[in-house]
């Protein structure tokens, strides 16, 4: 009895509401052949309850990794250490069943792989309701009509015929909607989307973006969406990071990031983005290669592809601090002449 | 010194040989050694009686004990290895050759001969390999000579399968259309271009399949319709023992760890070759 | 309906199956020396008799039409007489081998019952001490011929411990499961090891699977997770195994009920050999061969239906 005395419902007290996601220090490691490879490194970011942040960069700078690395998905020669702290509960410390309750329910992912992530040899409705049975008390039918109408949020035409059949006879982009429907199937406050929108046409795209933010209005869901469209980013993110070889280099609101890029490799990535207008643009490609994680360069990773690079970006890593504002981050010794490089442009 | 040592270790590649392999190695050949010496480490002659020493149990003069003709059980046991790795040689590297030959070219024609084939396979694999075999034996006699017939007859098939599914993979590539286009005869596309690449699983099967020779063909010794007694075979001596498994279990026990011991020898072997072909490739 | 008619396209495809199975069986009877009748009917045979299965056989006709005479005897279950025991050939078929399906199918559940855990165990103990013992464990299964291992546990269990009957076979259901329990965990321990093997890969390519991480990130419990994510996948090429092993399953009951003196169709295949009763050992052969391949087209059906991209 005295032992309860000091904690909540959920077996805690210090849990807070408000606070939403909170990731600090994150790292996440694999032994490969050629030695370790830090594919998620120190990352720290912010997501507060209804914001919706995105995560841009090159392919395999560590996106996947770090969404995975908040679900507690990474598997055992892999390592996690950090803090992701979520409602005031820190879920990488978390005993395996507390984490449990949370995956699907208070956070749920959508994988950038809907060719593989469903279960070939499972009815799809099945692959949603399962998410139901597991943390909710629904009954069959109040499930198999949640199921319906997840289906026909995402818009799949025929869901009730279609609830019944198998992953390989859908489609790359209805199993992405699929995939969508499970994540959303109860209501979750945090949702990770690692590029849900890319094998679907832009109409469903705009759909599904819209459907998104609707949720965020309505029920103050989170979102932390990985994408290589800037368009998207622009028409949906509130803030956005961006990555470059396992860390964070550059983190601030949409319109000031796009306005005036402080990394160089963000500058890059941008290009010639037009400001205005809603136009799909993709991650623009930077001259020379993304470094192996197994042999990164000394200094500032990026300093071989950086035009603005000077002797002491090759000697000393550059720290994530906050320049204009607290929530305007980024790792560049020479992000004020990054800054003003773009103004002249 | 020691640097030197390293680098000859790195030279031979000592250390990149699987660990199965190793141990497979040694146990095989050893195994090897008993079966073309044996008189060099059998204390007694397999085939002598001793009437003095009936079913003798294990002792300094007799370390596997006696059996009930008093003749020395260790030293049939070492005999016994001529026979039965004689067995997973004859009885595995016809199959092995003939069906590598038909694989390569069911593989390579493709078409009807790929379908007959097919219709074959599908045909072989539905009689019990071990029944087949033995009505096989039961027709022909029993006896040795025979049943490397038997097993010839239905084991090519297994390897034909596996070389003409490589086959056709390699026949994709583009080296083999490099060397229709050079006017190369088929003959020489299949044997010196595609079958040196295609033929590793075959291989991997076939040291494994040793391991199912020795228990096939002790199996049959021990039914009677292998090897014949007096012979030394592990499966005639288990039979001989399986009476005074009560009294003197040392005259088939014994035997029978050399079966395991061997057939071990093979299935790491061939588990090593499968990983050693893995890597090199 | 598309199980429905994967069931009867498989169906269809036994017939050339079939077909063969009776050419071979009737060529295995051809390689005998002497003429068939004489054979068949052994040494003591009576002229009149060897004539009338000579005429019975059709032997004065074209092997051609020989053949077709056999394949309608053996349509019409019609699989001639046991030499020796002066019976039916399909009625003693029909009475010992329900006693080998009974010890095969004892057999297969006892090896299932070994395999599956111990391979997930292994699979996901994958490369420490655990692993390292069960895959020596199931190599040393391998490697262990089937007599022997019926030898050994017959005098341990049975004749030293009296735990079990020598031998032999019971008249009631339960006494029946006693005296098989011996003989049918004889045969499981090989047929354990190779599902092991096959288990252990397919788990751990299975338990990679992406599917299985999107599993876990919907907080479903390990339990479902394990049963309906990564067993019942893994299970799938098991399936095919288990089809393709009851030939080496069926192979091994005869050398069991040797060793074990259970009245079962395997012992009835040694003694007509040893009895150079034909009849029986062609009949034999040809019934085993069929039961072959229904078992392949039952695991094709449970294989269908495990996993749904097979039959489209
Ligand atoms: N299990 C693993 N073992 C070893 N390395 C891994 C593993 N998972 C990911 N990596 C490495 O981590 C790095 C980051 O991968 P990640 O998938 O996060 O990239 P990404 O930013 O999502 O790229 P993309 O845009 O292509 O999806 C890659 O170099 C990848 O090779
Ligand atoms: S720290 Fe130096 S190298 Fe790195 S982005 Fe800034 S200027 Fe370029
Ligand atoms: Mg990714």
């Not at chain 1, 198998?166 to 109860?186: E, K, N, T």
């Not at chain 2, 497979?24 to 085939?47: E, H, K, M, N, R």
């Not at chain 2, 319709?225 to 003197?248: C, H, R, S």
């Not at chain 3, 006709?61 to 077709?68: C, D, G, I, K, T």
Request: charged fraction near 15%; aromatic fraction near 8%; proline fraction near 5%.
């Amino acid at each position: 009895m005295a032992m309860s005395a000091n904690m909540g419902p959920n077996g805690n007290t210090d849990g807070n509401e408000n606070a939403g996601l909170v990731v600090r220090g994150l790292t996440t490691t694999f032994d490969t052949p050629r030695g370790q490879a830090i594919a998620a490194a120190d990352v720290d970011f912010d997501v507060a309850p209804g914001e919706i942040v995105g995560l841009v960069g090159e392919s395999g700078s560590g996106k996947s990794v770090t969404l995975r690395s908040i679900m507690g998905l990474i598997r055992k020669p892999g390592r996690t250490t950090g803090h992701v702290d979520w409602r005031g509960r820190d879920l990488v410390a978390m005993s395996s069943e507390e984490l449990r309750r949370i995956r699907g329910s208070e956070i749920a992912m959508i994988f950038q792989e809907p060719m593989t992530a469903l279960n070939p040899v499972l009815p799809v409705g099945l692959q949603i309701e399962e998410n139901l049975i597991a943390h909710t008390t629904l009954t069959t039918r109040q499930r198999r009509s949640r199921a319906l109408e997840l289906m026909n949020i995402v818009g799949i035409p025929a869901a009730d015929r279609r609830l019944d059949e198998y992953p390989h006879q859908f489609s790359g982009g209805m199993r992405q909607r699929v995939m969508i429907a499970i994540a959303l199937a109860c209501s979750p406050k945090l949702l990770l989307a690692d590029e849900p929108t890319t094998a679907l046409d832009v109409t469903i795209q705009d759909q599904i973006l819209k459907l998104l933010l609707d949720l965020r209005d309505r029920m103050a869901m989170s979102v932390v969406l990985v994408t290589h469209d800037l368009g998207v980013v622009a028409a949906t993110c509130d803030r956005m990071a961006v990555m470059y070889a396992g860390r964070i280099v550059e983190t601030g609101a949409v319109a000031e990031v796009f306005a005036r890029p402080r990394h160089s490799y963000t500058r890059g990535l941008l290009g010639s983005v037009p400001r205005s207008g809603t136009s799909r643009t993709m991650l623009q490609s930077i001259e020379g290669t993304p470094p192996s994680l197994t042999n990164l360069p000394t200094g500032c990773a990026f300093h071989p592809r950086c035009s603005f690079a000077t002797d002491i970006c090759l000697k000393e890593r550059p720290v994530l601090e906050a320049v204009t504002s607290p929530t305007r981050t980024v790792a560049c010794f020479h992000h004020e002449r990054v800054a003003e490089a773009e103004a002249i442009l | 010194m020691s640097a030197d040592w390293a680098a000859a270790r790195s030279a031979f590649r000592l250390k990149a040989l699987p660990r199965s392999l190793v141990s497979g190695g040694v146990i095989l050949g050893l195994s090897l050694v008993l079966a073309l010496w044996p008189s060099l480490l059998a204390p007694y002659d397999p085939t002598a009686f001793d009437y003095s020493a009936l079913l003798a149990p294990p002792s300094w003069a007799h370390p596997f004990g006696t059996d009930n003709f008093g003749r020395d059980v260790l030293s049939r046991v070492i005999h016994a290895y001529t026979i039965d790795m004689q067995i997973a040689i004859f009885a595995t590297i016809g199959p092995f050759i003939f069906g590598t030959i038909v694989g390569a070219f069911v593989g390579y024609a493709g078409g009807l001969w790929e379908a007959i084939f097919g219709r074959i396979v599908d045909a072989t694999i539905t009689f019990p390999f071990l029944v087949l075999v033995i009505a096989i034996v039961s027709v022909l006699g029993p006896g040795l000579g025979n049943m490397y017939v038997a097993v010839g007859v239905v084991g090519w098939v297994f390897y034909a399968r596996l070389v003409a599914a490589e086959i056709k993979v390699q026949k994709r590539l583009d080296y083999a259309d490099a060397g229709r286009v050079m006017g190369y005869t088929p003959l020489r596309i299949i044997f010196r271009h595609l079958l040196p690449n295609a033929i590793t699983p075959a291989i991997v099967y076939w040291v494994t399949d040793m391991a199912l020779a020795i228990l096939l063909g002790s199996s049959l010794g021990y039914l009677g319709l292998g090897a014949q007694p007096p012979a030394a075979e592990w499966g005639v001596q288990i039979a001989d023992g399986k009476n005074f498994m009560n009294t003197a279990w040392w005259i088939s026990v014994f035997p029978g760890v050399a079966i395991v011991l061997t057939g071990l020898g093979f299935s790491l072997a061939g588990d090593g070759v499968a990983e050693l072909l893995r890597v090199r490739r | 309906m598309p199980l429905f008619s994967f069931v009867i396209r498989r169906l269809l495809q036994m017939i050339p199956t079939v077909i063969f199975i009776l050419i071979v069986t009737f060529i295995l009877v051809r390689l005998l020396p002497g003429d068939p009748a004489s054979a068949m009917l052994g040494d003591r045979a009576r002229d009149a008799d060897v004539e009338r299965i000579n005429r019975q056989l059709g032997l004065d006709q074209p092997v051609v039409v020989q053949f077709f005479y056999f394949v309608r005897r053996v349509v019409t279950g019609d699989l001639g007489n046991s030499i020796g025991l002066k019976v039916s050939v399909s009625s003693l078929i029909l009475q010992r081998l329900p006693v080998t399906l009974m010890l095969t199918g004892m057999s297969a559940l006892i090896a299932l019952v070994l395999a599956v855990p111990l391979a997930f165990i292994a699979a996901s103990k994958r490369e420490r001490l655990p692993d390292s013992i069960i895959r020596g464990a199931f190599q040393m299964g391998l490697s262990m011929p089937v007599f022997y291992v019926g030898i050994v546990l017959l005098t341990v269990f049975a004749a030293q411990l009296k735990l079990f009957p020598v031998g032999g076979y019971g008249d009631t259901l339960g006494d029946r499961l006693y005296h098989l329990f011996l003989p049918a965990l004889t045969l499981a321990l090989s047929f354990a090891a190779v599902l092991m093997r096959n288990l252990r890969a397919s788990i751990i390519e299975v338990m990679n699977a992406e599917y299985v991480d999107f599993a876990t990130a919907k907080g479903l419990r390990s339990r479902v997770i394990l049963f309906r994510h990564i067993l019942r996948n893994a299970l799938i090429s098991t399936v095919t195994l288990f089809g393709l092993q009851i030939g080496t399953l069926l192979g091994g009951a005869v050398i069991t009920e040797t060793v074990f003196a259970v009245p079962g169709a395997g012992r009835l295949l040694i003694d007509s050999i040893y009895g150079r009763d034909y009849p029986v050992l062609q009949g034999l052969t040809i019934a085993l061969a069929v039961l072959v391949s229904l078992t392949f087209l039952i695991t094709d059906i449970v294989q269908a239906w495990l996993d749904p991209r097979i039959a489209r």
